[in-house]
């Protein structure tokens, strides 16, 4: 598709739109959780004291202890973030489609309710999940012309910015920094193996990420973590390695990584098999079974977890297990329908890089605790990409035509964000309410002040505190309610 002046204004428009959805999302969510405890002196205590034995989350913790503290700049990161989650997957995949912008906003729309209530919903786990992510999404937008036959170049601005993105980059999430590591030798060898030479843009990069990483588990933290001394974070050694890796495998794993994530699989899904039925073509027998197989799989997993889960309730440990090895399934036949069906190596390469490194990012998550669905936002973020990439792909090649499918994209985006728009005012105005009522409390004496769990707090993370608890003692201090005051939760509705 030629990119015109026309065309170049809608995309401009769509990003536009982006940006200012989840600006009003960033200005109706809540402080919660720990983000109370950030946001008192003993956030700035961590600070002081450089978080030492906390984590080495530097960056991350910087973010969280500005954006607890000013309210404007956490709306316009949250925001502009949220909109480049949305945007540069498209802008990576190169494409001019309309469509493919909105297939992108579409999908981070329909992310699981836990995921979203632990980034979008709790700035504490934007402050490191989300910006990790961008990080890494910047680092692929610069290095994706790796994939292609044109020797890549590099300008001076752009190798001098390698150093403090791969530092930066490594100061966020745990996960994240060792996924940049090992994207960052797969992007070197890829480029020496296409291009018989050496990048310095890579080269600075990766040196780079290796000395965050140096400098992020440098942290006494994690000496503590594997020495078994942090009551929070453990390394489980009750069992055997490959033991280890199966239960996790088949009790959260499958179901953070990829089960829950109903209406992706859907999408994921109806692109594996129109690459199926428009792509390949002219194939062999043992294909066309293969191909046929593909398929069969590509339409049942999608609409197991609606069906079989929430229409029949149907769940034991026994189809615990058999949901895990079907979401493996599920996962390899989207691998292998890269690697037999779609043209092109490079292509083939840049696709299965994506695919790949979702479990990359999820391999280190099966030895440390506590895992949560925050810690797959990027993996998402990754299927997200693939799917983007590879529609914008057969609407290059003509095996798609897009421009039937606006209509439809743009509605079922305006219906997600008309929702999302609707759920959080309400949570802001509640919120808005329930804290003017405990000051009130305050105010006329009371010890025991009334607290009202929010509306929809399945999209916020834990923002209520549990009483008695740390966080609920932080609440108090943060919006300074007087010494000594307890809150009592009542449920949202109520007339007490």
């Known amino acids: 598709m030629i990119r015109t002046e026309r065309n170049w204004k809608v995309l401009s428009l769509v990003s536009f739109v982006a940006f200012m959805f ?16 950030w946001g008192i002196a003993e956030g700035m205590k961590r600070f002081h004291n450089g978080f030492a034995d906390y984590n080495g989350r530097y960056l991350g913790n910087v973010v969280e202890i500005l954006i607890t503290r000013v309210d404007w700049f956490r709306i316009l990161m949250m925001g502009a973030f949220g909109a480049m989650m949305v945007v540069i997957p498209a802008v990576i995949a190169k494409t001019n489609s309309i469509g493919v912008y909105l297939l992108s906003f579409l999908l981070f729309l329909i992310v699981p309710a836990n995921m979203f209530a632990q980034t979008y919903g709790w700035a504490a786990g934007f402050a490191n999940y989300n910006t990790a992510a961008i990080c890494i999404l910047v680092y692929l937008l610069i290095v994706k012309n790796v994939f292609y036959d044109k020797v890549p170049k590099y300008n001076i601005f752009l190798t001098i910015f390698a150093v403090p993105l791969g530092v930066c980059s490594q100061l966020f999430v745990e996960h994240a920094t060792l996924f940049n590591i090992i994207a960052g030798i797969f992007v070197i060898i890829l480029a020496f193996v296409k291009f018989r030479k050496f990048f ?108 079989v889960d929430q229409v029949f309730q149907i769940a034991s440990a026994d189809t615990q297990t058999f949901e895990a090895y079907f979401s493996l399934v599920f996962y390899l036949v ?59 792909f057969m609407y290059d090649e003509n095996y798609l035509d897009l421009r039937a499918a606006y209509v439809p994209l743009c509605s079922l985006v305006l219906v997600f964000m008309i929702a999302f728009m609707y759920m959080f005012t309400q949570i802001g105005r509640s919120d808005d309410a329930r804290i003017a009522s405990v000051k009130a409390q305050a105010e006329s004496g009371a010890k025991v002040v009334t607290l009202k769990r929010l509306p929809y707090q399945q999209y916020l993370w834990m923002s209520t505190p549990i009483v008695p608890s740390y966080q609920a003692e932080n609440f108090v201090i943060y919006y300074n309610l007087p010494k000594g005051t307890t809150l009592k939760i009542v449920p949202a509705k109520t007339t007490k």
């Open 200 to 307: 310095l843009f890579h080269i600075l990069y990766l040196v780079s990420a290796i000395a965050g990483a140096v400098w992020m588990f440098s942290n006494g933290a994690y000496a503590k973590i594997f020495s078994g001394d942090d009551a929070y974070r453990t390394v489980d050694r009750d069992m055997g390695f490959f033991e280890k890796i199966y239960d996790i495998f088949k009790t959260t794993m499958y179901q953070f990584l990829v089960m829950n994530n109903v209406g992706l699989n859907i999408v994921l899904g109806i692109i594996g098999i129109v690459v199926l039925v428009k792509v390949a073509q002219n194939i062999s027998t043992v294909q066309l079974i293969f191909k046929n197989l593909f398929i069969v799989i590509l339409t049942i997993y999608p609409l197991y977890r609606p069906i």
């Open 22 to 37: 989840y600006l009003y999302i960033a200005f109706r969510t809540p402080l919660t959780h720990d983000d109370w405890t």
């Open 334 to 392: 989207l691998v292998a329908t890269v690697i037999m069906f779609i043209p092109g190596s490079n292509l083939k390469t840049e696709l299965s890089f994506y695919l790949l490194s979702v479990v990359t990012l999820a391999a280190p998550l099966f030895f440390v605790t506590p895992v949560g669905p925050r810690n797959f936002i990027i993996c998402y973020m990754f299927f997200v990409l693939f799917a983007v990439r590879i529609v914008h």
